[in-house]
């Protein structure tokens, strides 16, 4: 079972920026997949952005591209989403997940999530 813990969320206004961190135990981190994901009030989850187990790959919502960046620390077992040029419609709680298979899942470890709010 692998556990994950979201970081760094918080209040910005419309274009600044955050980081978020992600930190997964419970299985060796560097073979597991991660993504992001957020969930804006009203509306389902939708994917953000993932990354393969060794970094090399990544993928993006076509909303966020050129926006945000997925990284990752093998190292320190975490997972890091630099979010720049933030919009209000940015606004979701972020969740943080691991995939045993790959960057398009399934991903089946989750975290409890947390708020990032932008203000226009």
């Known amino acids: 079972q692998v556990q994950v813990v979201e970081s760094g969320g918080g209040s910005v206004q419309a274009g600044g920026s955050l980081r978020l961190s992600c930190a997964a135990s419970g299985r060796t981190f560097s073979r597991l997949a991660m993504g992001w994901f957020r969930q804006a009030p009203g509306k389902e989850r939708e994917f953000v952005t993932a990354?393969?187990?060794?970094?090399?790959?990544?993928r993006y919502a076509d909303s966020v591209k050129g926006r945000f960046t997925i990284s990752r620390d093998n190292a320190k077992n975490t997972v890091y989403l630099q979010m720049n040029s933030l919009k209000p419609e940015d606004t979701a709680v972020y969740y943080c997940a691991a995939s045993a298979i790959d960057h398009y899942g399934p991903f089946n470890s989750w975290g409890q999530g947390t708020q990032v709010t932008v203000s226009s």
């Open positions: 990354i393969t187990s060794s970094g090399g790959v990544t």
